[in-house]
């Protein structure tokens, strides 16, 4: 797995929680080391050791850490490049949401070896989605909800969400349904970078 | 010659809504060079609302192929690759392509940002809904972005391996070029065995002779086989217990435990010598060194030296052995030297046996070693 990935989650659980939350929790699953980097590569068993160890020591469910992982990618004033990123994809949560599939491609543009979740979009009768996600770890579904939720607020569209279950093959669904697209403001989204 | 197929051939009729969203970026010209009907997007860029009614060469600028501002000229760029600029932002740099449309309607001159389409986008305040999602400039948008901030990334990584490293070398014991321990290995050996009253041992300094001839004639590569030559010389002369040291370019230690006789230190000492002078062959050169070698005892005190004291001392020895020759050794000595006399207090010699007790016993000129 790429270390973004894993330096994602050390990140989040730093920021959050406190170092001494994240040195328990690395303990607790085994790394043999410190940090992740972000540039190098790990085995995927590490993702999910690290996820359940997070889970025991701050007594949540593993979907709750995830799902706040999720949130956490979008809204940390820290991630705000990610926030970027992820705002090229289209001009309202529709957009955004219809773009979700092109999500591998874009992170391969980037970081060739990066093995973002593979996803499709299905659209329900009215304002209803199905956002169906597989990747090399279980636990996408979840960080895939809190991220979405997110973007919704981001846009500025009011959606409900829910994990949709986990099918045989291991894909992870969320359901959207979108109230209104146009409920807030949103954030702004400026094409051109400040300071660019 | 053969024809068209009707297909081709066919005109079309675009409304300019459709045009406005295919190419938001267009110009549609008139024969005379008036603007009919501008993009909204070029029109936001060039800061007007309507950009229609104005002629065209006092809109954008053309550059390339030439810098031209007649309609007969432009007719021949048709189908070109075109360089351009709007007149109201001539910094940014544009480029375009130009079709006639039927029946002297005039052309059409579509217009895309070039390769600063990071800054254009910032100088116009472009959005999303101002490309046409076929515009692949919000991707490039996307990738310049994503990749300033992977690169700062790789930065960081790069910059606290660097730092590692160097506190891993700063840290590290071993001299890599000859396997050898380094200087830092060594000193922290002598002091920690003069801190151990039960250690009686010699130390032994080693400078090569005609090394900087080497390095200088025949290469650095020639230099470092010499040198790791000298690693694997004083690896295996040297007992299991003992310890050898690089401790400058061509400068090495050897820490020899249990030992309290000279006459021993000396015995290895000349061995040494004629083990560094075994010639080296490097890339079918001949590479011949020798080795100047001063020596220092500790039980040779009435007290327990200073690490500092040790090593000066058998730096001493060293350099009386130096003078007096290549390829000698001396001990220092702890013994008076005589009033009156500039005799220094080491007493190089060339063998261990053979040496009388005072004095240089000179070499012959032809044993000496050469570079070539």
Known sequence: MHGMVNRALQGFLTATYGQHVWTQVRRQAGLPFDDF?????????????????????????????????????????????????????????????????DLGDR??????????PQITLERAEGARFRVCARWVVPGIGPILMGCLRAMADDYGALALLSLGGIAQDGTECVDIQLLDAAFSEGRSFDLARAGA | MIGLPPSLGRVIGLSGGALDQLMPMHLWIDADGVIVQAGPTLAKMAGRRDLAGQPLFETIELRRPARIATMGALAKLVGQRLGLALVAAPNLPLRGALAVLPGGAGMILDISLGLSFARAVAGFGLTLNDFSPCDQTVELLYLHEANASTMALSRHLTQRLEAARAMAEAEALTDPLTGLANRRAMDAEIARALADPGDAFGLIQIDLDLFKQINDSLGHAAGDAVLARVGHVLRHQLRLGDMAARVGGDEFTALIRDCTDPAELSRIAARLIEAIEAPVIHHGQVCRISAS????????????????QLTADADAALYAAKRAGRGRYALHSERPVARGTDAPSPRPRRRADDAPPQGFRRRQTDQLPRPD
């Open chain 1, 37 to 101: 980097e972000a540039m190098l590569e790990y085995p995927d068993a590490m993702m999910p050791a690290c996820v359940q160890s997070a889970a025991a020591v701050l007594h949540k469910q593993p979907n709750a850490v995830l799902e706040d992982l999720g949130t956490w990618l979008v809204t940390d004033p820290d991630l705000e490049p990610l926030r970027r990123l992820m705002r090229f994809s289209g001009t309202s949560f529709i957009d955004f949401l219809h773009a979700l599939e």
């Open chain 2, 293 to 308: 070698i001063g020596i220092a005892l500790v039980n040779s005190y009435p007290d327990r030296p200073t690490p500092e």
């Open chain 1, 107 to 116: 992170g391969r543009l980037v970081l060739p070896q990066l093995d973002l």
